[in-house]
C-alpha cells in the first residue's frame, strides 16, 4: 500500500497516539512518526519502545509533518494546538483523537492559520490502560473512527478530509463523517454515561465495603467486576471529557434518571411485567452490537472461565 502521508507527527504518546503511531508504521499508512510529549519520560519510553523518532521541542517536532495528531487530555488540546500551529507547514492538517468533539473544534477555531487544515476525529476504540506500553497496531481494526470535519469549505479542504479518512481506513478502522454536535450526544449515550455510572457503582460498593465485610470483592465476578474495568480508566482523561461535554452528558443523564425511577417504581410494585419487558428488550441490543461485529459473543466476554484473565 503507498503511504498515505510522508510524515506524521503524535503529540501525547500514550494509549492512543502510541497506537496510531505503531499502527502507522506497521500498516505503511506514514513514512515517518515523529513524537513529542510533555511528559519527558513518556518520551523517552516511546522512543526505547521504537515506535516513531522522540523530539524535545512541540515546535520542532510539528516542522515537517503532513498531519499533526493531538492525543492528549481533551482540557489540553488547545494548549498543545496553540504552542504547535506555528511552526505548521502550509497545507498540512492538524486533527485530534479526543472523547469530545463540539468544545475541542471550538479550540481550533480561533488557532489563526487559514493555510492549515483542522479536521477534529475520534476514534472510537481503546481500552482502561494508559501510557506509551499499552499502546497497539490491532487497536483500530474494524472500529469506527468519527470525523467532524467544517461543512461547506474548500475543495482543498474536502481533499485533506479524504485523505485522513484515507489514514484511518489504512489503520483498519471505518470511517463516519459526522456533526460535531451529534458525535457528542451520541458519544454521551455510548460511552460518557457508562463511564459515569461505572465510576459511580464502585465509589458505592466501596462504601458498602465496610458493610458488607470484604464480599463485594470476594465475589465480584458476579457483574460488578466488568464494571470496575471500565472504572479503571484514566481519571484525568474522563475529568475532562465531563468538564467539556457537560450539556449532552446532562441531557442524557437526565433520560436515564426517568428510566431508573421507572424500573425502581416497577420492583417496588412487583410489576415483573415491566422488568421482563425492559430486560427482554436490552438482551436484543447486545444481539444487535454482536451482530455488528463490535463485541464477541464468547460467553464472559471471551475470559476463562475459571475468572483468571
Ligand atoms: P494517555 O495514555 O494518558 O496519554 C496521553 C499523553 O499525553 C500522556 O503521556 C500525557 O502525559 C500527555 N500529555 C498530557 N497533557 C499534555 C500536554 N499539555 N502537552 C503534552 N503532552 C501532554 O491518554 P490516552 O488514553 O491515549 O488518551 C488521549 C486522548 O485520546 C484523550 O483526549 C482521550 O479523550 C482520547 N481517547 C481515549 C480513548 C481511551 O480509551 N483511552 C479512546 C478514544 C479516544 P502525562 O501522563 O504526564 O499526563
Not at 483500530?140 to 468519527?146: K, Q, T
Request: glycine share 10%; proline share 3%.
Amino acid at each position: 500500500m503507498a503511504p498515505v502521508f510522508k510524515q506524521i507527527t503524535i503529540i501525547g504518546v500514550g494509549l492512543i497516539g502510541g497506537s496510531i503511531a505503531r499502527a502507522a508504521l506497521e500498516k505503511g499508512a506514514a513514512v515517518e512518526v515523529v513524537l513529542f510529549d510533555g511528559n519527558a519520560d513518556a518520551l523517552t519510553r516511546a522512543g526505547e519502545i521504537g515506535f516513531g523518532k522522540p523530539v524535545a521541542s512541540i515546535e520542532d517536532a510539528v516542522r515537517d509533518a503532513d498531519a499533526v495528531f493531538h492525543c492528549v487530555p481533551v482540557g489540553a488540546m488547545g494548549a498543545t494546538a496553540k504552542a504547535s500551529i506555528g511552526a505548521m507547514k502550509s497545507g498540512a492538517i492538524l486533527t485530534d483523537v479526543g472523547s469530545v468533539k463540539g468544545n475541542v473544534a471550538r479550540e481550533f477555531r480561533g488557532l489563526g492559520r487559514d493555510d492549515v487544515h483542522v479536521i477534529p476525529g475520534h476514534p472510537i476504540a481503546g481500552t482502561e490502560k494508559s501510557g506509551p506500553d499499552a499502546g497497539f497496531a490491532s487497536l483500530f481494526e474494524g472500529r469506527w473512527c468519527i470525523l467532524t470535519p467544517d461543512a461547506g469549505a474548500s475543495a482543498a479542504y474536502v481533499e485533506a478530509t479524504d485523505r485522513l479518512a484515507a489514514f484511518w481506513t489504512a489503520l483498519g478502522s471505518n470511517v463516519e463523517r459526522m456533526d460535531a454536535q451529534r458525535h457528542d450526544l451520541v458519544l454521551a449515550v455510548t460511552s460518557h454515561l457508562p463511564h459515569l455510572i461505572a465510576y459511580n457503582i464502585v465509589a458505592t460498593a466501596h462504601d458498602m465495603e465496610n458493610v458488607t465485610d470484604g464480599e463485594v470483592v470476594k465475589f465480584s465476578a458476579a457483574g460488578f467486576r466488568d464494571f470496575t474495568r471500565i472504572a479503571a480508566s484514566d481519571p484525568i482523561m474522563w475529568r475532562d471529557v465531563f468538564l467539556n461535554n457537560r450539556e449532552a452528558v446532562l441531557e442524557v443523564l437526565g433520560r436515564f434518571d426517568d428510566d431508573l425511577t421507572a424500573l425502581r417504581k416497577a420492583i417496588r410494585n412487583g410489576d415483573g411485567q415491566k422488568l421482563f419487558d425492559v430486560f427482554t428488550h436490552a438482551r436484543g441490543i447486545r444481539r444487535e452490537i454482536i451482530d455488528a461485529g463490535q463485541d464477541t459473543a464468547v460467553p464472559n466476554f471471551g475470559r476463562d472461565m475459571d475468572g483468571k484473565k
